[in-house]
């Protein structure tokens, strides 16, 4: 079950930070979930669509790191597609400048031959008719994990209700986990999102951490204090790759592995936000990660005297 | 060492929150510093004050506790220091409604014979120059342990520098951290608190756990996901009370003791919250603990295959 298909954008982003700003550089959520399952020893392919301008660059960036691209299509004389954001001071939240949907549009995925029978599925946050159509797609693979966000809750209810109740877990982060729920605790937000599919819910609470609930368990991981988050672009989106590509790889998707993967997930999202965009998951190495697993444990493992 | 002296108001607190209110009711630092201190096996004292206007029944109710009251004033003709708040409806902030100082206006601390040789102090929320005048009273206990607020940073600027100079842990909430060293980030926060003094930062997050800082070393403990909280009062000096409850009790303040120690201070705050003011606390039971403290180990613990 070491395959993992990944569905999701793959784009241009222009980012502004207190730190700085970037001019259109490499972005989208496949692209990230990409670039962190890659740390894995998996093979992965990702259904996508950029335009005739995604620089071939960027595609062989993806490739070297052995994901399968036969799923993401290249519009002919088509724009790829193109999002602006402004973080505001405390990096917690930001304003979008500007979206281009461009050949994102008229998306319709095609999964390729050699991935229709994936182990793991990580539906990116794309239109849930996208997401629909490619589990339409596949073989029931072993599990699917859905990433969603709030415009799906406002402009699509009935088309994202749908491909919720087909998943097996769900990644989405706090507020958004009330606004679908419309309860503030997240123990009965979980509950609730659990009611509607996913036996499996992740909320991602950003620079606070990540609660994995699964029937009454429930697991946290923190995410690593970090003298200075740089630019929180794609934290989520390479949580999810390093908590699907984890799985993948492990092949165990029982809840005690599933800790492992959330803090997999919590390790190479620590990673993306060090530098603007992809920069720092691009030159990240195995040493890296083993070693940042041993601050993981340091911060979070204790040895208990009863009293 | 497992003498533990405590510091701090005993007092009335009228309590909103979108749960409901409460008259006054039994409220201060150290009487919840002091509660949750008692689930350890150690000796504890208050030294505190409070009007003629105090129900002999809370000071039965510690004293049945077995916290020495020796050192806690009754004024005669004196009213009682009474706080009277409202939360909104996140619980995460409050609005003060009613502050009346009354005997805490002219607070001399007094430290009873038999405690001037601690080995354990918790310095609670309270004037810095009250703080300073008990230090000097005591020889210099093995740990102490300071906790303050954004008051006596914008009001006592100097003399909470002279406190905090002395001391070698400071308890603090994280908009106080930032206020107190004008860094953002929490990792530049406890380094610069470090500076000042304190070799131990304790950063209290509410619902997002709270982080032991040590020379570069950090360690989380995160709050118990909870269903519902009713009333935070009190939340931060019971976790107080039961980091320095830990630490009295098991006599090492080691850093990798503290870890312990910081998990009690979570694992007694989650009951704190579960009812309004000291409600919860007043019927604790070791088995209630010790049951909690195996939630916290599931919450945290993972064992982890490497890739």
Sequence with gaps: ???????????????????GKTDKILGGAATYI????AQFDIESAIVSVVGEDFPQEYLDLLKNRSIDLK?????????????????????NSRDTLDTQLNVL?????????????????????????????????????KLVVLDTMNFWMDNTWDDLMKVISKVDALTINDEEARQLTDEYSLVKAARKIAEMGPKYVVIKKGEHGALLFHNEQIFFAPALPL???????????TFAGGFTGYLAHTGDISFKNMKNAVIYGSNLASFCVEKFGTERMQDLTKEDVHQRLEEFKALTQFQIKLT
Aim: hydrophobic share 40%.
């Design 1 to 19: 079950m070491n395959k993992l298909l990944i569905v999701g954008t793959v784009a241009f982003d222009a980012i502004e930070t207190p730190f």
């Design 34 to 37: 990409g670039l962190s399952a």
């Design 71 to 91: 799923g993401t299509e290249i519009v002919k004389g088509g724009k790829t597609f193109f999002w602006s954001g402004k973080y505001h001071n405390d990096l």
């Design 105 to 141: 549009a008229d998306f319709q995925p095609v999964v390729p031959e050699n991935f229709k029978a994936p182990g793991v599925v990580m539906l990116g946050n794309l239109h849930p008719l996208v997401q629909l159509s490619v589990l339409e797609q596949i073989e029931r693979p």
């Design 227 to 237: 003298e200075e988050v740089f630019d929180p672009t794609g934290a989520g989106d």
